[in-house]
T-cell receptor, first 116, second 114 residues
Framework: NAGVTQTPKFQVLKTGQSMTLQCAQDMNHEYMSWYRQDPGMGLRLIHYSVGAGITDQGEVPNGYNVSRSTTEDFPLRLLSAAPSQTSVYFC???????????????FGPGTRLTVL | AQSVSQHNHHVILSEAASLELGCNYSYGGTVNLFWYVQYPGQHLQLLLKYFSGDPLVKGIKGFEAEFIKSKFSFNLRKPSVQWSDTAEYFCAVNARTGFQKLVFGTGTRLLVSP
């Protein structure tokens, strides 16, 4: 199993540009999520999905869109990049139960994004 | 909504010293608790987790954590650290009632000097 894969590993954007961060998992996990990691702030949840066709907002959803057309893929779209979105982005997945993602979350290697 | 506090932002230890990293959460109901580790340049990996049962949980690489419900705490411990334990450590919690998202603390950077 490849686990959770993310592309690209690094990206530099100009303010106002849009792009999509890709995330895929091959573990048949229902639950997938996107986090951003900023110094001194830990990981903050951007969006999550509990299955194909179902997404919801996390703590910091503004400026980001997601969709979940398949179980495997969960892309994150930056609509109009801003310097405040400079961060490291992690995708994660896990099995899902009605009491929450109480199984281990598997993280991807991350995408380091810089917005100039 | 639940929240997590990690009071030690940076910790510097010498090899063989004992380690205890604090984690407190705020939520009145039943929770699942986790410690994740991020080694330099790598992604997060699960160190240990607590769902129920014995409040003393043992994880990988000699780490353990104790859940003290009355103190809303889940401190991470290791009796003797190694240089290879240099990493950032994150405590995380999710509430068990209904679907609740996993919430992370701000992390503790541990530097172990040889």
């Amino acid at each position: 199993n490849a686990g959770v894969t993310q592309t690209p590993k690094f990206q530099v954007l100009k303010t106002g540009q849009s792009m999509t961060l890709q995330c895929a998992q091959d573990m048949n996990h229902e639950y997938m999520s996107w986090y951003r990691q900023d110094p001194g702030m830990g990981l903050r949840l951007i969006h999550y999905s509990v299955g194909a066709g179902i997404t919801d907002q996390g703590e910091v959803p503004n400026g980001y869109n997601v969709s979940r057309s398949t179980t495997e893929d969960f892309p994150l779209r930056l609509l109009s990049a801003a310097p405040s979105q400079t961060s490291v982005y992690f995708c994660a997945s896990s099995y899902y139960s009605t009491s929450g993602p109480d199984n281990e979350q598997f993280f991807g290697p991350g995408t380091r994004l810089t917005v100039l | 909504a639940q929240s997590v506090s990690q009071h030690n932002h940076h910790v510097i230890l010498s090899e063989a010293a004992s380690l205890e990293l604090g984690c407190n959460y705020s939520y009145g109901g039943t929770v699942n608790l986790f410690w994740y580790v991020q080694y330099p340049g790598q992604h997060l990996q699960l160190l240990l987790k607590y769902f129920s049962g014995d409040p003393l949980v043992k994880g990988i690489k000699g780490f353990e954590a104790e859940f003290i419900k009355s103190k809303f705490s889940f401190n991470l411990r290791k009796p003797s650290v190694q240089w290879s334990d240099t990493a950032e450590y994150f405590c995380a919690v999710n509430a068990r009632t209904g679907f609740q998202k996993l919430v992370f603390g701000t992390g503790t950077r541990l530097l172990v000097s040889p």
